[in-house]
């Protein structure tokens, strides 16, 4: 019976470590996308993004996403930008807590607002279950059509959605805790 109780506890705390991992992916700019005419000062605020969400930024070929240092995005300037991407679906992995700049290539668009500040929270410790932290240079980008117009493209909630293995962990937790049991009974 001793033993019966040693497993439940150790399947508990091993389910508590899993169901701590989750990611979240924002869609940079909610349903306007990464555009001159999205207020991204009011999009970022109230939002806490943490190591291991990832950005996505969502935009016409109008438009670029640089990752910059602060005197990148202060000047608006992409010449030493640490990435660089106008495939109009870029996702960018927050692997690493701290201050992250970004900015659109294209000057007058920086200067009217066009650049993103996200501070990362060093919380999460672990990646969501399957998936690595990647380095800005090795994130997965999906290539979306190209549009004629300077309109956002369809996009998520702006509100970011979780990445969880809780339903599937839990169903492996109970079944495994269910064949300890049987074994246990019969």
């Known amino acids: 019976m001793a033993k019966l109780f040693l497993y439940f506890y150790v399947l508990v705390g091993l389910s508590s470590l899993f169901l701590t991992c989750r990611a979240t992916v924002y869609t940079v700019g909610g349903t306007g996308g990464w ?3 999205t207020d991204l000062g009011s999009w970022v605020a109230g939002k806490t993004f ?3 969400d990832t950005l996505s930024f969502q935009y016409s070929s109008l438009h670029s996403v640089n990752q910059v240092n602060k005197d990148g995005f202060d000047n608006c300037s992409a010449t030493n930008a640490l990435l660089s991407s106008r495939d109009g679906n870029t996702s960018i992995p927050l692997s690493s807590p701290g201050q992250k700049y970004f900015i659109c290539g294209t000057l007058s668009h920086c200067l009217g607002g066009m650049k993103l500040k996200v501070n990362v929270n060093g919380n999460q410790t672990t990646s969501p279950a399957g998936s690595p932290l990647l380095p800005p240079e090795k994130a997965p980008s999906v290539q979306l059509p190209s549009t004629k117009n ?3 493209l ?3 909630p702006s509100t970011g959605f979780s990445h969880t293995a809780r339903n599937s962990l839990s169903a492996a937790c109970f079944s495994i805790l ?3 049991l ?3 009974l019969v």
């Open 35 to 37: 555009d001159i005419s």
């Open 50 to 52: 943490n190591a291991g």
């Open 150 to 152: 300077n309109g956002p």
């Open 154 to 156: 369809p996009t998520v």
């Open 178 to 180: 269910g064949a300890i």
């Open 182 to 184: 049987w074994n246990e």
